[in-house]
């Protein structure tokens, strides 16, 4: 994405940073070679003009420092103008609402809209540790509704179920009602695009806001398609006010007019980009990353953060290797404890694990909720090192000191172990069979 751009600026830049001192005239045909990069990238000329005016303010105010090249002076005003120009900082999904927050994705036919709702959910799922319910509220494209069914298959996201002959406002009420009723945390709403913006498309997504009152409105708009894209986007803002933008296909476009543009002529922030067909190509949109990209000082941290996924999906591979062989001690126990406080409790892990819900039944006869969840990292924490290695030295005298020092009882030490002994023996057994929990930790 943004090679063709990026292409033409590293060749302007060679050619200024390679020389000690810049006269006036240097600069001024290096502007000049930019402005018009920019408008072959097809950004909007007056985005492009105002840019300019800003790169050349900075560059006659800026005190030379003596460690850089006048040259490299330039690249970093460059960079912080088109830093600015993006946005300035990243403006991730909001779910600052109470549950289930509804989110609502409106945009042309075509755009990305439904590949893009799927791609949401399985990030808010497996990032954030959210519940997230899909429904498509599109009756005029046949097969949209069922299309979305299948994407929430493939990538194990609830979808509300398809009631034929049903129109968008009501959909989108049962799916806020299902929503509720199923304790989910995010409601995605993919409603119908058309071929162009019409009134009756308009009426029918405001009908939807108003019924549903969404705390995001994502636009969805296809890079490729340029100014165009830019011209929808302040279109379905100025009759819905959406509260940012998707932009799809970003891995399809050499140019990236539209990423440049957005932000500067309609006011709203780029929220996340599309860069990829597969459900998980959906990246955060960090004026900073993109700026270093477009100017080919490569995107160091978005390969950082793919590699913390790895390690951390590595982590819970080989905790599920463990937990097999039968090593699930009271030290492993106290990690997923507290795991489970941080994905959202026991709802938010259950909901998570396949094939779970006999375990679930289990750990709830056993007295674990969310509420004790704490009692049980302090009664943990009150062990010996090797108590937690070897439970079975537990006898009557260990246990009082143990309830002593995390402020419990002993039967409440003995409900832990209880617990402890359960889980570990369902985790040998489950490790056992193929395809079972085990499977699913892994790929957690
Ligand atoms: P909708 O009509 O707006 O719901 O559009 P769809 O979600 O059905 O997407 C139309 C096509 O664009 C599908 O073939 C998607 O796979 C493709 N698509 C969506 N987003 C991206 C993206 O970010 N990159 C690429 N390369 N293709 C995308």
Redesign the pocket.
Same mark, same amino acid.
């Given at each position: 994405m943004f090679e063709s751009l990026s292409d033409r600026l590293s060749g302007i830049f060679d050619k200024l940073t390679g020389r000690g001192a810049l006269s006036e005239a240097d600069v001024d045909a290096a502007m000049r070679e930019i402005r018009r990069a920019l408008l072959e990238a097809d950004v909007a000329l007056p985005v492009v003009r105002q840019f300019i005016e800003e790169v050349r303010r900075e560059a006659v105010g800026a005190t030379v420092v003596k460690s850089v090249t006048p040259g490299q002076m330039v690249v970093k005003i460059v960079h912080d103008e088109l830093v600015k120009m993006l946005g300035e900082t990243a403006e991730p999904i909001s779910l600052a609402a109470a549950a289930p927050v509804p989110i609502m994705m409106v +945009?042309l !036919? *075509?755009? *990305?809209? /439904? /590949? /893009?709702s799927a791609k949401i959910a399985r990030r808010l799922q497996n990032r954030e540790k959210k519940r997230v319910l899909m429904a498509s509220l599109d009756t005029q494209r046949p097969a949209a509704q069922e !299309?979305l069914r299948v994407l929430g298959e493939e990538n194990g996201i609830e979808t509300l179920k398809i009631v034929p002959g049903q129109n968008p406002r009501q959909i989108a009420e049962r799916a806020m009602t299902a929503a509720r009723l199923g304790g989910f945390d995010v409601v995605i709403l993919d409603t119908a *695009?058309r071929l162009s913006i019409d009134e009756a498309l308009m009426t029918e997504i405001a009908d939807i806001k108003k019924t549903t009152n969404p705390h995001e409105i994502l636009l $969805?708009a296809d890079s490729l398609t340029g100014q165009d894209a830019v011209a929808t986007a302040k279109a379905f803002d100025e009759r819905m006010n959406v509260t940012g933008i998707v932009l /799809?296909? $970003?891995? +399809?476009d050499g140019r990236g007019g539209a990423a440049l543009s957005m932000r500067a002529t309609t006011g709203k922030p780029i929220k996340l980009i +599309? $860069? +990829?067909?597969k459900a998980d190509?959906l990246e955060e949109f960090h004026p900073r990353r993109i700026a270093d990209r477009i100017l080919g000082m490569g995107d160091i941290v978005s390969l950082v953060e793919k590699a913390a996924e790895h390690v951390d999906a590595e982590k819970a591979a080989a905790m599920a290797q463990k937990m097999a062989k039968g090593g699930f001690d009271l030290n492993d126990l106290k990690d997923q404890l507290a795991q489970m406080e941080k994905m959202g409790g026991l709802g938010g892990l259950m909901g998570m694990m396949p094939g779970i819900g006999k375990m679930k039944k289990e750990m709830a006869a056993a007295g674990l909720d969310d509420g004790i969840i704490k009692k049980q990292v302090a009664i943990i924490n009150s062990m010996t090192k090797t108590e937690r290695k070897k439970p079975d030295i537990l006898k009557a005298s260990r246990k009082k000191r143990i309830a002593a020092g995390s402020g419990t009882e002993v039967a409440e030490v003995n409900k832990l172990l209880k617990m402890h002994r359960q889980m570990a023996d369902m985790m040998k057994m489950m490790g056992r069979k193929k395809g079972g929990m085990m499977a699913g930790l892994g790929s957690m």
């Amino acid at each position: 994405m943004f090679e063709s751009l990026s292409d033409r600026l590293s060749g302007i830049f060679d050619k200024l940073t390679g020389r000690g001192a810049l006269s006036e005239a240097d600069v001024d045909a290096a502007m000049r070679e930019i402005r018009r990069a920019l408008l072959e990238a097809d950004v909007a000329l007056p985005v492009v003009r105002q840019f300019i005016e800003e790169v050349r303010r900075e560059a006659v105010g800026a005190t030379v420092v003596k460690s850089v090249t006048p040259g490299q002076m330039v690249v970093k005003i460059v960079h912080d103008e088109l830093v600015k120009m993006l946005g300035e900082t990243a403006e991730p999904i909001s779910l600052a609402a109470a549950a289930p927050v509804p989110i609502m994705m409106v +945009g042309l !036919q *075509g755009s *990305g809209k /439904t /590949t /893009t709702s799927a791609k949401i959910a399985r990030r808010l799922q497996n990032r954030e540790k959210k519940r997230v319910l899909m429904a498509s509220l599109d009756t005029q494209r046949p097969a949209a509704q069922e !299309q979305l069914r299948v994407l929430g298959e493939e990538n194990g996201i609830e979808t509300l179920k398809i009631v034929p002959g049903q129109n968008p406002r009501q959909i989108a009420e049962r799916a806020m009602t299902a929503a509720r009723l199923g304790g989910f945390d995010v409601v995605i709403l993919d409603t119908a *695009g058309r071929l162009s913006i019409d009134e009756a498309l308009m009426t029918e997504i405001a009908d939807i806001k108003k019924t549903t009152n969404p705390h995001e409105i994502l636009l $969805v708009a296809d890079s490729l398609t340029g100014q165009d894209a830019v011209a929808t986007a302040k279109a379905f803002d100025e009759r819905m006010n959406v509260t940012g933008i998707v932009l /799809t296909r $970003v891995d +399809g476009d050499g140019r990236g007019g539209a990423a440049l543009s957005m932000r500067a002529t309609t006011g709203k922030p780029i929220k996340l980009i +599309g $860069v +990829g067909e597969k459900a998980d190509a959906l990246e955060e949109f960090h004026p900073r990353r993109i700026a270093d990209r477009i100017l080919g000082m490569g995107d160091i941290v978005s390969l950082v953060e793919k590699a913390a996924e790895h390690v951390d999906a590595e982590k819970a591979a080989a905790m599920a290797q463990k937990m097999a062989k039968g090593g699930f001690d009271l030290n492993d126990l106290k990690d997923q404890l507290a795991q489970m406080e941080k994905m959202g409790g026991l709802g938010g892990l259950m909901g998570m694990m396949p094939g779970i819900g006999k375990m679930k039944k289990e750990m709830a006869a056993a007295g674990l909720d969310d509420g004790i969840i704490k009692k049980q990292v302090a009664i943990i924490n009150s062990m010996t090192k090797t108590e937690r290695k070897k439970p079975d030295i537990l006898k009557a005298s260990r246990k009082k000191r143990i309830a002593a020092g995390s402020g419990t009882e002993v039967a409440e030490v003995n409900k832990l172990l209880k617990m402890h002994r359960q889980m570990a023996d369902m985790m040998k057994m489950m490790g056992r069979k193929k395809g079972g929990m085990m499977a699913g930790l892994g790929s957690m």
